[in-house]
T-cell receptor
Framework: KNQVEQSPQSLIILEGKNCTLQ??????????LRWYKQDTGRGPVSLTI?????NTKSNGRYTATLDADTKQSSLHITASQLSDSASYIC??????????????FGKGTHLIIQP | DAGVTQSPTHLIKTRGQHVTLRCSPI?????VSWYQQVLGQGPQFIFQ???????GRGNFPDRFSARQFPNYSSELNVNALLLGDSALYLC???????????????FGSGTRLTVV
């Protein structure tokens, strides 16, 4: 069964500090991995999308890494801001095709930035 | 350019009632997917439509149904509401086909459904 595990479940850091969120997956066959940011009560917003051949992708202060061999990804946030407080969801896509959307969602990491 | 729009934003219904949720994808997007997100969990896949045809269905009871219209907007219908149907219902559209492999999905802000 395809699974995506995220850690930690929740994290509290001070404004201006860096942090790293982890995502481990057992999804096969792998197509791509996406990180989304979801503010409370809102829809997820895409941060990065990486395919098998990509190791690193940046979007402003967000940098995602992918190790397809160990099936691990991380999202690094640099110089955190209060607006970074949100849930961060890791989503892995497979090539399963018909019958489902092929996406496996993690439960997310709830990040709180304190002033 | 408008993003994915969902209506209504909030809704309170009584057990046993019926509800219809609406979604308008980004202009040019032909794929619409519906998800249910319970508090503290990741979204769960309900339906996917592409070019007005159902392309995928998640593990939800027959009380859940959906359709896509010629203008690619979509409706999600839920009959005989249960307390457990209370959740944030998300709609997502994609530019590059039903799986959004290249450009990913763009989500709407969701409809918060509360069943009492």
């Amino acid at each position: 069964k395809n699974q995506v595990e995220q850690s930690p479940q929740s994290l509290i850091i001070l404004e201006g500090k860096n942090c790293t969120l982890q995502c481990n997956y057992t999804v096969s066959p792998f197509s791509n991995l996406r990180w989304y940011k979801q503010d409370t009560g809102r829809g997820p917003v895409s941060l990065t999308i990486m395919t098998f051949s990509e190791n690193t992708k940046s979007n402003g202060r967000y940098t995602a890494t992918l190790d397809a061999d160990t099936k691990q990804s991380s999202l690094h946030i640099t110089a955190s801001q209060l607006s970074d407080s949100a849930s961060y969801i890791c989503v892995v896509t497979d090539y399963s095709g018909g019958g489902a959307d092929g996406l496996t969602f993690g439960k997310g990491t709830h990040l709180i930035i304190q002033p | 350019d408008a993003g994915v729009t969902q209506s209504p934003t909030h809704l309170i219904k009584t057990r046993g009632q019926h509800v219809t949720l609406r979604c308008s994808p980004i202009s040019g997007h032909k794929s619409v997917s519906w998800y249910q997100q319970v508090l503290g969990q990741g979204p769960q896949f309900i339906f996917q439509y592409y070019e007005k045809e159902e392309r995928g269905r998640g593990n939800f009871p027959d009380r859940f149904s959906a359709r896509q219209f010629p203008n690619y907007s979509s409706e999600l219908n839920v009959n005989a509401l249960l307390l457990g149907d209370s959740a944030l219902y998300l709609c997502a559209s994609s530019l590059d086909g039903p799986r959004g492999d290249v450009y990913g999905y763009t989500f709407g802000s969701g409809t918060r459904l509360t069943v009492v």
